[in-house]
């Protein structure tokens, strides 16, 4: 029958899900955004018992909602209930930072919830769970993550920095008034912070006339080199003082290309920036989450290999490094 056709459902767990980010994720997974238009999906929704009320709330929302592909809502407050059996662990438990504060400032309240709710998905989640940490600090909390769920395989716990990827492609994109789905390869690489390295030197734009390289395009390297790179480093405070609140949609819609690029593979000829567990790719030493250049296909992420580093961007990589080594420390300083 058609029925017999039909896909099993995956599990999507969303932790702080009555925040804001995940009051605009959960409609975007529900429709298909984030696992595609023909899979049906579960959704675990958790927070802490100060918002159980509001969760519920969300939850009765997707049930007004009559989405077709949503096979079932499960809003808890209890962590190992709403990891039982689930595929995808969307992380955006934790408090954001205020207008003012950098977003290590929010590690010692952040941090530990990482290490707790490590150990409940291991315990309870799929052998194979992907996931994918969107708190801040978002690259120290998704390595505090894998250290305490050495269980879960390094290469399924990753931080979106796909969100910054993003506005450095929205920002060259209104910089050249060129369609943003024609700008690609811009990679950004390092912390989830205003040290990251959004880099240009091998994106390009499809035109009518073929691949051309942003930087010819531009043709304004002190743009590129400057301003370019503060705008998107600082573009989470910018949103923070414009709104007085952090990024959500944006957030919500780069965490869905995040999963779907994932789970279902980057398109060919480009890349997407992801932090994951760095093996030593680009000099950067193991034992970090650093974002990276990455293709993914059925279901894995490789970094792409052999990128030309310039003494400029190459101080940048390292710079970035160092602040993720130090928040590490400063992690496990918490953690004691
Ligand atoms: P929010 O305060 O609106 O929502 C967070 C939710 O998490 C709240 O409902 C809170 O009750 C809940 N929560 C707190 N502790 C929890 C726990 N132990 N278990 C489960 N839930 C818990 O915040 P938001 O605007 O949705 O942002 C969430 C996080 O995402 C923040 O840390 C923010 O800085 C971060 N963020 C990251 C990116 C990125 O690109 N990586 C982008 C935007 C926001
Ligand atoms: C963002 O980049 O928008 C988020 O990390 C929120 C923040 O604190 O900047």
Not at 3 to 25: D, N, R
Not at 31 to 53: S, Y
Not at 213 to 224: H, S
Not at 294 to 311: M, R
Request: with cysteine.
């Amino acid at each position: 029958s058609f029925l017999s056709m039909e896909k099993e459902p995956v599990t999507v767990l969303v932790t702080g899900a009555a925040g804001q980010i995940g009051y605009a994720i959960v409609p975007m997974i529900a429709r298909g955004a984030m696992l595609g238009p023909d899979q049906p999906v579960i959704l675990h929704m958790l927070d802490i018992e100060p918002a159980a009320e509001s969760l519920n709330g969300v939850k009765m929302e997707l049930i007004d909602a009559a989405f077709p592909l949503l096979r079932g809502v499960v809003a808890t407050t209890d962590v190992h209930e709403a990891c039982k059996g689930v595929n995808i662990a969307v992380m955006v438990g934790g408090f954001p930072r205020k207008e003012g504060m950098e977003r290590k400032d929010v590690m010692s309240k952040n941090v530990s919830i990482y290490k707790a709710q490590a150990s409940a998905l291991e315990k309870n989640a799929a052998a194979d769970v992907k996931v994918l940490v969107v708190a801040n600090p978002a690259n120290t909390n998704a390595l505090i993550l894998k250290e305490f769920a050495p269980s879960i395989p390094e290469k399924n716990i990753t931080c979106l920095t796909r969100l910054d990827h993003n506005r450095a492609l929205g920002q060259i994109s209104e910089k050249l008034n060129v369609h943003v789905g024609d700008v690609k390869n811009v990679i950004i690489w390092g912390n989830h912070s205003s040290t990251q390295y959004p880099d240009v030197n091998h994106a390009t734009v499809t035109t009518s006339g073929g691949e051309k390289p942003v930087r010819e395009l531009v043709a304004n390297d002190q743009w590129l080199n400057t301003e370019f790179i503060t705008t998107v480093q600082q573009r989470g405070a910018a949103i923070i003082k414009a709104r007085k609140l952090s990024s959500a949609l944006s957030a919500a819609s780069s965490a869905c290309d995040h999963i779907r690029d994932w789970v279902l593979g980057t398109p060919k000829g480009s890349w997407v920036s992801m932090g994951v567990y760095s093996d030593g790719s680009y000099g950067i030493q193991p034992g970090l989450v650093y974002s990276f250049p990455v293709t993914c296909e059925k279901g894995q992420w490789s970094i792409v290999q052999g990128l030309k580093i310039d003494e400029f961007s190459r101080g940048k990589l390292d710079a970035t490094a160092e602040e993720l080594i130090e928040e590490k420390s400063l992690a496990h300083s918490c953690l004691n």
